[in-house]
């Protein structure tokens, strides 16, 4: 980190009280320094980042980053705070903030910059001496590492001191050698953003090992790929650990060993348990067999705490839902950027323009309707990719990159026999399941080299392709036709249930899973759409907005039920709400879940109601209260959402509690 930080960029006297101000008050340093081309454009990209999950950890420490096109050059800003700033973390706010910048595209620096960083906080010293320096040209030193001897370069962070390990074994002798072999554990570390808690589970393992006297050996999966473990220390290990929220890399490697299987902030805030169950399963002899392995998934659900060692139902299911999240996160900026183009095209045009001409035969510079046209041709084409793109990458979630090309010709087949969202779901579970067959056929040694990039490809696409012209196609298109025959004869007290579900998904876990499949299944419908699934998306929207508009609602209306941080959160939660960002309400969730969590389930479920009652209709799959002017019984349907969040907020004395923050109940 030679060059990444200067005294210039160290603020010993932080004096924000809030994340955003902490935020602005580093970057101002990084724009003296000229590292920072625009501020408010720098601001708005950590914003962005922040909202997507919380970069607090534990130990007071707060990491904001994030890559963006105002960025000159990667940069780390260290500010101290004497009354802590809340950055989301489990154990309370964060005196130690480091506001971490590189150039979008970056993606190597930013890794670095991030993994080194992670790494160093895990070690208490650091932190402590972070806490005592005086002099920023010190701690800016400290943050270089130049007050250290330079460690080597660590793709794998090893624990337990080998060398000393082997001398000890040399010395013992006889068969007393074997006495003092450690137990050896390997271990694999990955996040969704493979950043920050990759490595800081990594380190964490690795710290808990020395304390115990164990080898440790971890392979982090990070979001610049990975460094395979050597396959003799996977042959030598004794144990595995998983602490994962995506899918592990290659997993056959760890087959025949006592595996457990977790999520990635299990690895960081328990990682001597992790150790202690993993040598417990070794001494009951529990091996995991080549299925049980292939089983194991990323089972983070939601606290990051999850375990896959419960029964093997549990396991498909956990490996089902990472499989079809996997193909949504990639299908979801398709859906955003072919939606919003669409959307603004009939707001241009008016909905016949979905029926003019192409404008490569005909478009006219000064005439509104060709700019319209151009626009809903466009969002068009990115939608005719929802379905490949979501059928490719569940099959890259099942096998990796050798089932890409099966996956998205499976797609692309469902859209040409009609089969629509469900076939593309069907055809990347297919094309995953067909590759991973493959991949188990035993081939000659010559052959390896060209079975990822031609020989699984060919034969997967070829078995994928007649399944779904041949065998599954038409009565999967079938089931596509009657979902939306039912969806079209929706009224009454049926859409009413209907909509109460979706909204209690939606509301559950705030972007998390459910949530993800309440959306994914509107947004399947738009690529063909119907009265009655345009219906589901205007109940969708409605309800996802419900949560971060209730709670900010709620600290407007009933301040001083609330702390001044949370009030702080509220005033975020005004623009996220209205924007249709639900995880806008994750910090008082987290804060308070048994209050917020059933609050804003009721919520949702009367708005998902009430937006089926009323028949509103929206053909944009994305934009919240920007897109009011698409939506049918646009009156009513803002009737719906504020409704909700009044009466969540009348009901709300009825939670306090003498001497905590108070959340509103709903009715």
Known sequence: MSELITAELVDLDLSATTKDAAARSLAERMVAAHRVTDLDGFLADVAAREAQMPTGLDGGIGIPH???????????????????????????????????????GADDDHLT?????????????????????????????????????????????????????????????????AESVPFRIVAVTSCPTGIAHTYMAAESLAAAGRAEGVEVTVETQGSAGFKKLDPAVVAAADAVIWAHDVEVREKARFRGKPLVDVGVKAGINRPAELIAEARRRAERGEIATASDSDKASGSGNGDGDGNGSGADHAHFGVRLRTYLMSGVSYMVPFVAAGGLLIALSFAIGGYEIASAKSVADHFVWGEADSWAALLNQIGSAAFGFLVPVLAGYIAYGMADRPALVPGFVGGAIALTVNAGFLGGLVAGLLAGAVVMAVQR?????????????????????????????????KPIASLQNALTDWLNGLSGSNAVILGVVLGLMMCFDMGGPLNKVAYAFAVGGLADPTPGSLKVMAAVMAAGMVPPLAMALATTVRRRLFTKTERENGRAAWVLGASFITEGAIPFAAADPLRVIPSVMAGGAVTGALSMAFGATLRAPHGGVFVVPLIGEPFLYLIASAKKAHRECREGASAEKEGEPKIPVAA
């Open 441 to 473: 056929v035993p081939v000659h040694a010559t052959l390896r080299g060209i079975m990822p990039v031609l020989v699984i490809p060919l034969i997967a696409s070829a078995v994928v392709g007649f399944l779904m012209f041949i065998v599954v196609g």
């Open 113 to 177: 910059i991030l993994s080194g960083l992670a790494r160093r906080l895990m070690d208490p010293e650091f932190t402590a001496a972070l806490r005592a320096g005086t002099d920023p040209r010190a701690v800016a030193a400290l943050i270089r590492g130049e007050e250290a001897p330079e460690e080597p370069e660590r793709e794998q962070v090893e624990t337990g001191k080998q060398e000393q390990a082997e001398a000890g074994t040399e010395a013992a002798g006889g068969t007393g050698a």
């Open 66 to 104: 994030c890559r963006s096109e105002h960025v000159s050059a990667p940069t780390l800003a260290f500010g101290r705070s004497g009354a802590g700033i809340d950055f989301g973390a489990a154990d309370g706010p964060a005196d130690l903030v480091f506001l971490i910048a590189a150039p979008a």
